[in-house]
């Protein structure tokens, strides 16, 4: 059974950093993409990062390119999302998200292309 698990979500103030977790299992990241998404309050939810095994492939929003840097350690079979500069605009449930890669073409950050889902961590950025 894929389960995903983030944690590390928090109160911070503008400016600061925080470093969320997402642990995976049920999977062999080497046939996945890890995706980061978002949702806001009273917004749609938006992609944020992915990754692939080894960090061969990885790919970012603009909205936080610069900012935020994913990661993995496969080890532990647990994806980061390192966000510095955080800004208020950052604060939403941040989800962690999987899809089988079949070798072919990379995902990007469209929902539909992936298919598990963890519960989401709430992070808050205050002014």
């Known amino acids: 059974e894929v389960q995903l698990v983030e944690s590390g979500g928090g109160l911070v103030q503008a400016g600061g950093s925080l470093r969320l977790s997402c642990a995976f299992s049920?999977?062999?990241?080497?046939?996945?993409?890890i995706a980061w998404f978002r949702q806001a309050p009273g917004k749609e939810r938006e992609g944020v990062s992915c990754i692939s095994d080894s960090d061969e492939y990885t790919y970012y929003a603009d909205s936080v390119k610069g900012r935020f840097t994913v990661s993995s350690d496969t080890a532990k079979n647990t994806v980061y999302l390192q966000m510095n500069s955080l800004k208020p605009e950052d604060t939403a449930v941040y989800y962690c998200a999987a899809t089988y890669y079949a070798g072919s073409l990379y995902p990007k950050l469209a929902e539909y292309e992936y298919d598990f889902w963890g519960q989401g961590t709430q992070v808050t950025v205050s002014s």
């Open positions: 049920g999977f062999t990241f080497d046939e996945y993409v």
